[in-house]
């Protein structure tokens, strides 16, 4: 059979939509698109217009670009008619799409700058609101797309401009079909498929038509998920999971008062999710008001100019209480607030008049990032305030049983707090979707003996903070960035951060990196900001992320670190002020917060054509724990690691790097300067499985109870009484107290946590308790002080030698290795890896055709090897004999002569060129028939390059 020609799949299609409930038109050029809109914005507005009025429409409509004429479209135009009636006229619906007049025509022909003729166009009140180019099965859906990109230079913006009123584009080529938004900033990687709610794409045309082209649902795309993006000046459109998500959210609370929350994988567009969900929900009946919440440092410059552009003034970027209370109490539907104005204003009594009326209110709360600031306290207190609210929580690293924290409200996972997950878009969700780049990652450095023997310095009588903070190193490691800097950010094209241990060592690094710069080594513009707060005092500061197991920002006022540090952090600052001709200091919290601001928007706006590179770029940040989190700027493709992170924590860390811009930016970059090899496969391997466990599953109170009896008992047989501890005689009776005390401490914070607990249960009264940890406490702090004392220093002994010493790349390799891990797992762990490693496969483009194979190693071949290090051998053994298979199988189906047809594949996968026809008969027994060659010349073609993709792409490391 022969390709299906371009004008079938087009007249199909328009037979589709008529059945879907459009009016076929016939509008063949520029002149019947104006008379067509003229009688459908009569028909649409109940009104008769003259010519004249007419003619004011149209030049109402030609008026400004694409993005002022998305904004035109949603509003009215009126005029004066000669007797003195105002006319109002109306072009969309967006309160009830139904409403909305839908048409389809094809074939437009329109002249610009040269003819263009337009496959098929869907007309709404007569505009042209979705425009789809189609391309006949068998070519790539890429040129439909450069097609549209022609067509918006060429002659889009003739005749009124009427298609700059596009809102959607649409391209296919019958088996891929994809959507977009109309914008001059696109690539195509902007567009997406359409999927339905588990995240199954819809890629055939009939279906896509069927699913996303329904008036019903179209109409409610274009009023309710089409947005235009103040900052940029641009339109976005909602992906199918934000749009899922979205409703999923606008259904709760039409429908019930649980709360919920969203796991959309970092880097998939959270922020725009939650916006648009609040937008959606502050007008239903039942909502009194919608309160969007942000963590302070998330409030930059770009959210700001988004929720004003919405309503004016709507963000007040003080720190002053009152004004969010003016908004709570008055008629604002929509308010942004930080939670750390949240908590201030239930906190304090002097608010609770102008809020009391809306503790039994309907207050719909939509956390931004749910998992850094709701484990503290602030949470119970917003849901006690406010009785009858509704919660929502959106969050990329879901907290699980197995990397919850604990504190002193207990161990709590995310669904503890925030009721279901209302909607899931993982990380090889988003991979396989191509909505968020893969991560490159390089572990580069290790230790060398003086003899030339390499050690693992992760033992545990070495002092390992003394390796990592010593000054040869973090020089070698600066030196290591300026050498490689220009080959990771395409000669500066893209910049980085630089995740760092401690403040000490930022300031130790940038030091090092201002030196080097005025000895001419190199000249790179590089940055710092740390803020002032407990989260980043801690020497290591280390695994987790702001607010986890810490003080939390709105707990408490934030405060500034030693003098010296400040002092440091002003001439830093100094510098930037001369690098760029600004005036920011530490001197009070409002310029501090202007000079990250200025930080922030340097960085996000590098993606903006306006951009003054040379004058405006900021090529690294140095930073401890700021920007690792809910910072989006896509011209950052580059992480730098010196610090242990895990879990959550490492994801957020990483995806600074993985957002989507254009063809050249084809991976996220992460160099780590510590081994997080083991720390990046657990983290992987967790938030790519769907099937996590939520709940942390806690014993029964009775066995829990008879822990503490049985770690009592042996504390009594070590110290009979607190005051025994005083007679212990040695430094290993002292420990052995301590240990005895930490086993007998950790019964108790769990026993505390229960409702059951009372100290009348136990054979230990509290008293007492507490007089035995002050003596564990003072016993603790000598025997740390001792022991860090005695800790070996091998920096005479050891040289750090920078070179890269292992790459993964999240794809087919990396999944393989984490075979072996499989094979070594629990038998409780060993279902959720297993379907982590076959989500991972479904992730990556390049795997999808080998995913059935692999799984059948896995179920088959798997179990039956011993050893974990012939994993990959075996593995290699049976991808051959697959191979050898299928070759047979297609050679015997086709008649082809195995040995020819073998080689014919060896030279294409050599050379990649394509064979040629002739090329091909060669191996038949028979050559075909004139009528039939053809037909068989592309079929075995297309077996042979599904061969070649399936058993040969992808598969090397």
Partial sequence: MSHQPEAILENNLIHQLVGLGYDAVRVNDGEALATNLRSQLEAFNNANYTEKEFDAVLNHLAKGNVFEKAKTLRDRFSFTRQDGEVVYVRFYDSENWKNNRFQVTNQVQQEGSYLNRYDVTLLVNGLPLVQIELKRRGLEIKEAFNQINRYQKHSFWSNHGLFQYVQLFVISNGVDTKYLANNKLQSVKQTFYWADKNNKNITELEDFAKAFLDPDHLGKMIAQYVVTNEAFKTMMVLRPYQYFAAEAIINQVATSNENGYIWHTTGSGKTLTSFKASQIVMDLPVVQKVVFVVDRKDLDYQTMKEFNAFKKDSVDVTDNTRSLVKQLSDDSKLVLTTIQKLNNAISKARYEKSLGHLQDKKVVFIFDECHRSQFGETHKKITEYFKASQLFGFTGTPIFADNASKNDLGK????????????????????????????????????????????????????????????????????????????????????????????????????????????????????????????????????????????????????????????????????????????????????????????????????????????????????????LTGFDAKKVNTLYVDKNLRQHGLIQAFSRTNRILGEQKSQGNILCFRNLKKATDDAITLFSNKDAIETVVMPDYGVIANKFDEALKNLRDVVPTYKSVDDLPSEEEQSQFVQAFRRLMRSMNVLQSYTDFDW??????????????????????????????????????????????????????????????????????????????????????????????????????????????????????????????????????????????????????????????????????????????????????????????????????
């Fill in 412 to 627: 709590r996972t995310t669904k503890d707090l925030f009721g279901n997950c209302l909607h899931k878009y993982v990380i090889t969700d988003a991979i396989r979707d191509q909505n968020v780049l893969k991560f490159g990652i390089e572990y580069v450095g290790r230790y060398k003996q003086k003899g030339n023997t390499f050690i693992d310095i992760e033992v545990e009588d070495i002092d390992k903070k003394e390796v990592f903070d010593d000054p040869k190193r973090l020089e070698k490691i600066v030196d290591y960035i300026i050498a490689y800097h220009g080959q990771k950010t395409f000669s500066k094209e893209y910049s980085a951060l630089f995740a760092v241990s401690s403040i000490d060592n930022v300031i130790r690094y940038y030091e090092l990196f201002q030196k080097k710069k005025e000895e001419g080594r190199h000249n790179l513009r590089v940055a710092t900001i740390f803020t002032y707060g407990a989260n980043e005092e801690d020497e290591e500061a280390q695994d987790y992320l702001p607010g986890d197991e810490l003080p939390k920002a709105a707990e408490s006022e934030i405060k500034y670190l030693s003098g010296h540090t400040r002092d440091k952090l002003d001439a830093f600052i100094g510098d930037y002020n001369k690098m760029y001709n600004t005036k920011f200091s530490t001197k009070d919290a409002q310029q501090f917060e202007n000079y990250f601001k200025d930080i922030s928007k340097r960085l996000k706006e590098r993606e903006k054509t306006t951009f003054n590179d040379e004058k405006d770029r900021l090529d690294i940040v140095l930073v401890v724990n700021m920007m």
């Fill in 760 to 957: 009348d249960d136990l054979t230990l009264d509290e008293q007492e308790y507490e007089d035995y940890k002050s003596k564990y406490l003072d016993l603790y702090d000598r025997i740390k002080q001792d022991r860090a004392k005695q800790k070996t220093s091998i920096l005479e002994d050891i040289d750090f030698e920078l070179e890269l010493i292992h790459r993964d790349e999240i794809n087919v390799a990396y999944i393989l290795k984490l075979l072996a891990k499989l094979k070594g797992a629990k038998t409780w762990e060993v279902k959720a890896q297993k379907k982590a490693i076959i989500d991972l496969l479904g992730g990556d483009l390049m795997l999808r055709s080998k995913r059935e194979l692999i799984e059948k190693f896995i179920e088959e071949n798997l179990p039956q090897i011993n050893d974990v290090d012939d994993i990959e051998d075996e593995f290699e053994r049976y991808w051959q004999e697959q191979k050898v298979l299928a070759l047979s199988k297609l050679c015997e189906e086709e008649n082809l002569d195995k040995g020819q047809f073998n080689a014919l594949i060896e030279s294409y996968i050599y050379s990649g060129q394509e064979p040629i026809r002739d090329e091909v008969f060669k191996c038949l027994d028979n050559r075909p028939s004139i009528l039939k060659a053809r037909e068989i010349g592309e079929r075995i073609l297309d077996k042979m390059k599904e061969f070649v993709s399936v058993f040969v792409q992808g598969l090397s490391a």
